[in-house]
């Protein structure tokens, strides 16, 4: 291991550390559910980081979605989650169908940096993908939505397992998959800009 995967790896642990206990002694299971995610999902990244060579920029922006999604669902502000804290009022349908949101804009980073991890992967399976950019940018676009329909998943199956969860209803999840393909998107055109060569 690096020293810089080392840095990487200490503060992630920090951060996942701090919010364990916190959740914890809050007793937001829902979290804590999250917190056991993260760290399943950082050891798949840490098991394989020789093998696919995972850059520090990447690692970083992946570390950064990790701690926001920890603030965000845990810290309140006048009785709210950051999750909840509306930014700008473009859309105002009442009820969870409002744009713009906290949570929408941390959904569209989430995957704008999983479909730079995406493309990463891509190159390192040494893919006849690599060989036409209109195909990377596809792959990694669907792969992130891919990894967007999952995290949805495991919201809803969080939903379904605890008693109280902030997940909120059909409109937030639209939402957040509509975010989600924005991010996505966008996030394909900037790896494809950082890692063509």
């Known amino acids: 291991m690096k020293k810089s995967h080392l840095l990487i790896l200490i503060f992630n642990a920090l951060y996942l550390i701090v919010f364990g206990v916190y959740y914890l002694s809050v007793e937001n299971y829902e979290f804590m559910w999250y917190i056991g995610v993260i760290i399943i999902l950082g050891a798949i990244i840490g098991i394989n980081l020789n093998k696919v060579k995972f850059d520090n920029l990447v ?55 999983a479909s730079i991890l995406v493309y990463q992967l891509i190159i390192a399976t040494g893919s006849y993908a690599r060989d036409s950019p209109k195909l990377m940018i596809f792959l990694a676009w669907i792969g992130s939505m891919g990894l967007g329909a999952l995290n949805e998943v495991v919201e809803f199956i969080a939903f379904i397992s605890l008693d109280k969860t902030g997940v909120g209803d059909v409109y937030n999840t639209g939402l957040d998959l509509i975010f989600n393909l924005f991010g996505a998107l966008i996030g394909s055109f900037v790896a494809h800009k950082l890692y063509k060569k």
Not at 65 to 71: K, P, R, S, T, Y
Not at 94 to 100: A, E, T
Request: aromatic fraction near 16%.
């Open 59 to 113: 690692l970083w922006l992946l570390s950064i979605w990790g701690l926001a999604h920890m603030v965000a669902g845990g810290i309140k502000i006048a009785g709210n989650t950051i999750y909840s804290i509306r930014l700008i009022d473009i859309i105002d349908k009442g009820g969870q169908f409002y744009i713009l949101k906290m949570d929408q804009l941390i959904h569209f980073y989430g995957f704008f940096v």
